[in-house]
């Protein structure tokens, strides 16, 4: 059967209120559609920006964790000065 001939025979069996009804149903389908897309788009965007809100708060850790690194190594170094002047 060729796609015509099933449309025309499908289009004889069904009635009118049956065609507008599932053309309604098509519509509300397809706003649905549409308005889940635009949600997903806005999800998306917001999962973006706020990965680049945590990447900026992590590089914001690493410098904390550098300036403590650096002040322990200050530490370290005036502790030895002091070990040594104490050794000698």
């Avoid at 099933?6 to 509300?28: G, M, N, P, Q």
């Avoid at 549409?34 to 949600?39: D, G, N, T, V, Y």
């Avoid at 590089?59 to 000065?81: A, C, H, T």
Wanted: hydrophobic share 40%; proline share 1%.
């Amino acid at each position: 059967m060729e796609p015509n001939e099933f449309v025309d025979k499908l289009l004889a069996e069904t009635s009118l209120d049956a065609i507008e009804f599932a053309s309604d149903v098509e519509r509300i389908l397809a706003e649905q559609v549409i308005f889940l897309r635009e949600h997903v788009r806005a999800l998306q965007q917001g999962s973006v920006l706020g990965g680049h809100d945590l990447i900026r708060q992590l590089y914001e850790r690493l410098r904390d964790k550098d300036g403590q690194i650096e002040s322990l190594r200050d530490e370290v170094g005036f502790l030895r000065q002091q070990l040594s002047a104490a050794a000698g």
